[in-house]
């Protein structure tokens, strides 16, 4: 029996929203995001992993290695995507959307909606995703467990200071890398990446007390600004343009055993 075409329009009005996961977007105000996370009774820990340039959420999603570690930690995988496929923070070319209150809402919905330890996020990016990890370490801080960024520091003006600094911070960067060298560069006539040590400085400004320096060991030189409860690294490899899921759940690891917040 065919149905009236009111009636088809009743059922489709009343079905149930397809859910969102690693093959469909979630969404929220400003934007969009795929998660894939372990079945538990429980509120899970979270990775939030920020895409490069021209990136795509699905692309994170579909990093079989990174989901295999998080799996084995328990950690959900969290993959937004950027508008115009990069971010907006302070400094960039990209002027999209307002980011810091997008990921107030993405957080939001984390906590709401999909059972999300909201005391054990982290947050991860690589490149211009780094970046924007920075920026995130230094306006909402406090809202992470811990900021692991890759390739990707302030750009250029730097803040001049942290009103919500974080105080687990653990940088990787390649020595060889020439997209987005250690010292920064210029992008055309109006866009500078920032020097990584002078954003370290800035962050390390933000702290309380005063930090002692010291060596580390974690990559070929590994150089730590730290006290009781703050822990900055700046960790250096000989390569080039590149992250690596295996250091990214490496650091987790040593993170993790201690209180994430």
């Known amino acids: 029996m065919r149905l009236p075409v009111i009636a088809i329009a009743a059922l489709l009005l009343h079905a149930p929203a397809l859910a969102c996961g690693s093959g469909t977007d979630c969404t929220v105000d400003g934007g969009t995001y795929r998660i894939v996370q372990p079945d538990s009774d429980t509120p899970t820990p979270a990775l939030i992993f920020l895409h490069g340039w ?38 960039s070319p990209g002027k999209h959307r307002d980011e810091f ?8 919905d984390l906590i709401d909606n ?21 920026n995130l370490a230094c306006q909402r801080g406090s809202d992470y467990a811990a900021f692991l960024p890759f390739a990707g520091a302030f750009w250029n003006p730097l803040p001049q200071s942290c009103p919500d600094p974080t105080d687990i911070l653990l940088h ?8 987005v060298p250690i010292a920064g560069r210029a992008i055309g006539d109006s866009f500078r990446q920032g020097d990584a040590w002078k954003s370290f400085a800035v962050m390390r400004a933000a702290s309380p007390q005063p930090l002692s320096k010291t060596t580390c060991d974690a990559l070929t030189t590994c150089t730590r600004w730290s006290d009781a409860d703050t822990r900055f690294e700046f960790r250096e490899h000989p390569g080039g343009h590149r992250w690596s899921a295996d250091w990214l759940a490496g650091m987790l690891r040593e993170l993790t055993p201690r209180p994430l917040r």
């Open 54 to 91: 021209k990136g795509t959420s699905q692309g994170v999603i579909g990093n079989k290695k990174l989901r295999k570690h998080l799996d084995d930690l328990g950690f959900a995988l969290v993959a937004p995507q950027g508008a115009g496929r990069t971010w907006s923070y302070p400094g």
């Open 101 to 108: 209150a997008f990921f107030d809402a993405l957080r939001t």
């Open 114 to 134: 999909h059972n999300i330890d909201p005391d054990k996020i982290t947050v991860s990016g690589f490149s211009m995703g780094g970046s924007m990890v920075w």
């Open 172 to 179: 990787t960067h390649g020595t060889s890398d020439t997209v």
